[in-house]
């Protein structure tokens, strides 16, 4: 089955400085992984997938991750963080069952910004 | 693009009372999502749809829970008798299923439910 574990519940970051997210997936083949970001009391929004054509994946925002099959993990990064990142941050991973895809959700990570 | 369209957006009822989510999928899309939040369980997979038919309703809590798909754009998840447990936020996502870009979910704002 495949799973993914995101390392960090809270991240605390100062505006402006980089921002690491760690993802770490298991899977019985090559995955296709993803980022979701959530600002408070607000849906889901996609901000990358990773689908093995590339794996250095750029998404929005200035948001990119990095598939490294070696270390199982996917983590997101940020050069500069903006006050307007701090939101929840969602390390996904797709599965294919009988009928269809389904994604399993990681636990999240909290992205706090600081002035 | 309209998204994905969910109502009511919030909801506050009594115990007991029947309770009914809407969702409008991303029009073309062929699959659909119903997930239930919550501060104690994350992000829960309810149940999915493609081209209208349940595929998996593995996580559907119990009994007093049901989902409908009686069209490509619409979907229904029905609540009777609610219980404050059953208090969470409610999401629905559709994705475009077997016909592209397959595992891809677009998210609605979420129904938020508060069972009095």
């Known amino acids: 089955a495949q799973s993914v574990t995101q390392l960090d519940s809270h991240v605390s970051v100062s505006e402006g400085t980089p921002v690491l997210l760690r993802c770490n997936y298991s899977?019985?083949?090559?995955?296709?992984l993803f980022w979701y970001v959530q600002h408070p009391n607000k849906g889901l929004q996609l901000l990358l997938k990773?689908?093995?054509?590339?794996?250095l994946v750029k998404g929005i925002n200035g948001f990119e991750a990095e598939f490294k099959k070696s270390e199982t993990s996917f983590h997101l990064t940020k050069p500069s963080a903006h006050m307007s990142d701090a939101a929840e941050y969602f390390c996904?991973?797709?599965?294919?069952?009988?009928?269809?895809?389904?994604?399993?959700f990681g636990t999240g990570t909290q992205l706090k910004v600081e002035l | 693009d309209a998204g994905v369209i969910q109502s009511p957006r919030h909801e506050v009822t009594e115990m007991g009372q029947e309770v009914t989510l809407r969702c409008k999928p991303i029009?073309?899309?062929?699959?659909l999502f119903w997930y239930r939040q919550t501060m104690m369980r994350g992000l829960e997979l309810l149940i999915y749809?493609?081209?209208?038919?349940?595929?998996?309703d593995s996580g559907m809590p119990e009994d007093r829970f049901s989902a409908k798909m009686p069209n490509a754009s619409f979907s229904t998840l029905k609540i009777q008798p609610s219980e404050p447990r059953d208090s969470a936020v409610y999401f629905c996502?559709?994705?475009?299923?077997?016909?592209?870009?397959?595992?891809?979910?677009?998210f609605g704002p979420g129904t938020r439910l508060t069972v009095l």
């Open positions: 899977s019985s083949y090559s995955p296709s």
């Open positions: 029009s073309g899309h062929n699959s």
């Open positions: 996904v991973v797709s599965s294919f069952t009988g009928g269809g895809n389904k994604l399993t």
């Open positions: 749809f493609n081209n209208n038919v349940p595929i998996d």
């Open positions: 996502a559709s994705s475009l299923g077997l016909a592209g870009d397959f595992d891809t979910q677009y």
């Open positions: 990773y689908t093995s054509a590339a794996t």
